[in-house]
């Protein structure tokens, strides 16, 4: 629960949105060993945060550290002058994670990679790790705008 409360607390303050593509997991994304070379399936653009967009790129389907996170971060801020919030993109892709191993769980599907909801939340804690966030205490939640 101290989980959804730091995402809740980290998500209270409204910023500007951006055009987003909506949907940008792994299975829509084409790479050529470390290059993008397609992005695909604009069923859903829209606007939103553009943290909101990037709420899959840790985690599942995409490998399991942060490495790809944090480098489009850092090309994000280099081409629009606008740094990202780690904290909002995490707490994103905290309610994007509990949510696929919860209607997952729940309709008897398995998850993705098939392992575990257990394994997931593992992964996901070492995630926060990685990225140097603690969710465990909602006083960490600070706004870099």
Avoid at 88 to 106: F, G, I, K, P, T
Wanted: a negative charge; one cysteine or more; charged letters at 20%.
């Amino acid at each position: 629960m101290r989980w959804c409360d730091w995402a809740a607390a980290a998500l209270a303050s409204p910023i500007p949105v951006v055009l987003v593509h909506g949907d940008l997991y792994g299975d829509n994304q084409v790479w050529d060993h470390d290059e993008l070379r397609l992005v695909v399936d604009f069923w859903t653009v829209g606007v939103a945060e553009p943290e909101y967009d990037l709420r899959a790129l840790p985690g599942p389907g995409v490998g399991p550290g942060v490495e790809l996170l944090t480098a489009v971060m850092h090309h994000y801020g280099r081409i629009t002058g606008r740094q990202l919030s780690p904290e909002r993109v995490m707490a994103w892709h905290l309610r994007n994670v509990l949510h696929d191993a919860l209607w997952r769980s729940e309709a008897g599907i398995p998850l993705p990679d098939h392992r575990t909801p257990s394994e997931w939340v593992k992964d996901l804690a070492a995630r926060f790790t990685a990225i140097g966030i603690d969710p465990e205490s909602t006083l960490q939640v600070s706004s870099r705008r």
